[in-house]
């Protein structure tokens, strides 16, 4: 299956570091090579870079590895395809507008028969079962809070209803974002650390490269990192459970 990585903080950071980590399983320390991307949200706009080529060939990811775009949430994902074929429009995360802001969603899992009705104006592009997951998704949550968007702790009841449903169809772990909140669910496995001071060094465990956040932060940064796999060997990461929504605000999970 695909693997995801999200990054949620209180001030513009980059994720150049947690990147190239994940960016390398993408072919070479796994198999992951059916295509990549990932999001920056920066003020009401989205930077948004997708790729077919697996992660370590693609050009667009050694950009993404040597240019610092900061921002307070990111969704990244690389791929193994199981529905849909290679191909651009099928690359996680996805994007589409709702309550006038841009939301980003990214999938791993499989999905079997998911195929509920899509009335709306939310209808998928590519061919895969992640992406009529995300419009169906965004569907519900117009249909039950209409026009206006509701507080993160309503969205967090309605999504645990919602990811919970679609996960009775496979495995869906996924992320979700409209830059002011990172909605995080997990069907089997996803891990995170929130980095805070005071702050240390760490080595990534798929690439000979390591950061003394100590060096590159001040006091009062607080950034949580949610990953399907750690990326480092000597932090200690808090497993998710099985079923779990988790709402990321400032790096600060709730």
Known sequence: MCQLLGMNCNVPTDIVFSFTGFATRGGRTDEHKDGWGIAFFE?????HFVDHLAAVESPIAELIKRYPIKSKSVIAHIRKATHGAVALENCHPFVRELWGHYWVFAHNGNLTDFTPALVGAYHPVGGTDSEYAFCYILQQLRHRFGAHRPTNAQLKIALQELCNGIACNGTFNMMLSDGA???VHCSTKLHY????YPFATAKLSDEDVSVDFSQVTTPQDCVAIIVTEPL???ESWIQFAPGELKVFVDGIPG
Request: aromatic content about 6%; overall charge positive; hydrophobic content about 45%.
């Open 43 to 47: 003020g009401n706009g989205v930077r």
């Open 193 to 196: 650390i929130v980095r805070r």
């Open 181 to 183: 909140a990172l909605f």
């Open 232 to 234: 480092t060997a000597n």
